[in-house]
């Protein structure tokens, strides 16, 4: 990639493409307003955030003052907002309501987002992503679906922020597609389901089994064990492929209070009886069975078969590259994440709290004027903190705008504890 931001007379009309009306991407879009660069967001969803709402009853382990971006901050005390309660943690729903909602009203924001529009497709107007000849002053080519039908949008550049919650890992310990899918598909939950809530009629009074090492399990599965206290006939079991959830039980050095008494919170209700623990079970394939559900695998070596009503995937996410098929990308072989960020963010050696500073350098692929940014730019990494995309895309919009200074000036003030997800006594969630 040159050091400085390509662009030509034709370039320089067209704006920046955003995909993905999350936090990142109106973080993005008001960076994009305080420089003076138009741009387009385009959300899958009904509504910006849309992935949040779907958890928006989960409460963040990360209190407001680590949630709000600096540049859309600035915007919206402009127009009279102010910051909630510094020290407090909000619900998914009241980040949405109190501070992305607001941000995605300002009248420089608002004309430019687009709901409704998923996008399909990312390439370079004529050409695919083996022509190299004038590549990089060429604008770049976004198919998108909306409810008129298929539509193509030429930009300058474009800032991939659309995440990875609707990209859930696979069931199968494969990481493949799980054989038999479609056949148990509706009995299948994703993660961190409203369980004493919207939800609550998907669960009660069943057979449960909530599948995944991580803390969105963990949230669900304590979800569920007040629910079987509610509604007799509820049961819970919890289903690993290795012999100890460490992400969840291990509570020893963690910084994390909160977090260190989610996971004894699991574990006092695994001994209790409360949780079933199915552990060192490898899924290979799943059927459908009379009364709801088999999961086939293998622990111990030998063929097993477990039998539940309802599953919940708590397996994770991945990027979902698909879209990106004609754009030069330089990813990470393991966590797919971009190459040079990969070492910073390498969750055996970092927890959110420990990841380094980084910008655009780091989020540098052989398609220029192209970025990933946020949690999907972590790929598999399960680390990602708000605060961190928000850095992101700062040194990206500056980079966008030649200013190599402010792009490659990151700074990075993490809270001392890392914050990653959250309990604070209720439902949690797995991000911020």
Known sequence: MTTRPVTNDRLATL????????????AAAANLVERGIDFVILEAGDDIADSIRSWGHTRLFSPWKHLVDPASRRLLEAEGWQLPSPERAPSGTELVEDYLVPLSRLAPIA??????????????????????????????????????GLEELTARAVIDASGTYRSPNSLSSSGLGLIGFDDIADRLQPALPDVLGRDRD???????????????????????????????????????????????SSSEGDELADRAKLGGRVDAAVRRGDIELVDGFEILRARRAEDGVELVGQRGGDIAVHGTEVVVNATG?????????????????????????????????????????????????????????????????????????????????????????????????????????TDLGGSSSCCS
Not at 15 to 26: D, E, F, K, R, T
Not at 226 to 232: M, T, Y
């Open 15 to 26: 704006p920046v493409v955003i995909v993905g009306a999350g936090p990142i991407g109106l």
């Open 111 to 148: 004309s430019r987002i687009r709901t409704g529009a998923e996008v399909l497709a990312v390439s370079r107007e004529g050409m695919d992503r083996t022509r190299t000849a004038n590549r990089f002053t060429t604008p770049f080519l976004v198919r998108l679906r909306t409810a008129a």
């Open 202 to 248: 998907a669960f009660a009074g069943r057979h449960t089994t909530v599948v995944g090492a991580g803390h969105s399990a963990a949230n669900t599965l304590l979800g569920l064990v007040q629910l079987a206290r509610e509604v007799p006939g509820t049961r819970v079991t919890w289903l690993i492929r290795n012999a100890r959830a460490v992400r969840v």
């Open 317 to 421: 996410f991945r990027p979902n590259l698909d879209v990106l098929r004609e754009i030069r990308l330089e990813l990470d072989e393991i966590v797919e994440a971009p190459k040079r960020l990969a070492p910073l963010i390498d969750p055996n050696l970092h927890s959110c709290g420990t990841v380094e500073p980084h910008g655009f350098t780091e989020l540098t692929h052989p398609e220029h004027g192209f970025f990933i940014v946020g949690m999907k730019s972590y790929g598999r990494a399960p680390t990602f903190l708000l605060t961190t995309g928000y850095e992101q895309v700062r040194s990206v919009v500056a980079w966008l705008d030649g200013d190599l200074a402010a792009a490659s000036n990151v700074e990075l003030v993490l809270p001392a504890t890392g914050v990653c997800s």
